[in-house]
């Protein structure tokens, strides 16, 4: 079965502190493993995402390890700020396929002043 | 340039009845997914339309079915409600096949 699990399901940090999110996949087929941020009331938007050839991508404050070998990836958010308090979504899927996302069960993140 | 939009934005419902949510994709994409958020969850894939077709399918019953229409803009319909179907209802457009999917604002269902 097509699984991504997710940890922790909730973090709280002082801002300025780097909240880490941990994802592990099962199919070693997926090729794609995007980031979304979802906002209460609002559809998720994508962050950031990494392709399984590359270990580490960095946006801005945002940055993706990969572990092939493991089947394991992680977003850290540098610096973190309130405004990035929000649900973060690890997903994964089959770009030849369609890229039909298998999504993580969420963490929600909270990033106090 | 728009992004995705999904009309209505929020719905209730009660058990037995049918609905048709709409989702209109970013101007450019031919492609669409349907995917349902239960409430604390991450979003499950429903299926998804390609040009027209039908190209997959998660695990839903056939009481979940939809339609593109030539201007790529879709339905998804849901037959028969249960209260399990209370969710948000998330549509994502791309350009083509294999690009980055972009989600609308969903559609909030409550069966009661």
């Known amino acids: 079965q097509q699984q991504v699990k997710q940890s922790p399901q909730s973090l709280i940090v002082q801002k300025g502190g780097i909240p880490i999110i941990n994802c592990a996949y099962e199919n070693t087929a997926f090729d794609y493993f995007p980031w979304y941020q979802q906002f209460p009331g609002k559809g998720p938007a994508l962050l950031i995402a990494i392709r399984p050839d590359v270990s580490e991508k960095k946006e801005g404050r945002f940055t993706i390890s990969f572990n092939k070998s493991a089947k394991q990836f992680s977003l850290h958010i540098m610096d973190s700020q309130p405004g990035d308090s929000a649900t973060y979504f690890c997903?994964?899927?089959?770009?030849?396929?369609?890229?039909?996302?298998?999504f993580g069960g969420g963490t929600r993140v909270l990033v106090k002043p | 340039e728009t992004g995705v939009t999904q009309s209505p934005t929020h719905l209730i419902k009660t058990r037995g009845q049918q609905v048709t949510l709409r989702c209109s994709s970013q101007s450019g994409h031919n492609t669409v997914s349907w995917y349902q958020q239960a409430l604390g969850q991450g979003p499950q894939f429903i299926f998804q339309?390609?040009?027209?077709?039908?190209?997959g399918r998660g695990n839903f019953p056939p009481r979940f079915s939809g339609l593109q229409f030539p201007n790529y803009s879709s339905e998804l319909n849901v037959n028969a409600l249960e209260l399990d179907d209370s969710a948000l209802y998330l549509c994502?457009?791309?350009?083509?096949?294999?690009?980055?999917?972009?989600f609308g604002p969903g559609t909030r269902l409550l069966v009661l």
């Open positions: 997903a994964a899927s089959y770009m030849s396929a369609g890229n039909k996302l298998t």
């Open positions: 994502a457009s791309s350009e083509d096949l294999s690009e980055t999917q972009y």
């Open positions: 339309y390609y040009r027209e077709e039908e190209n």
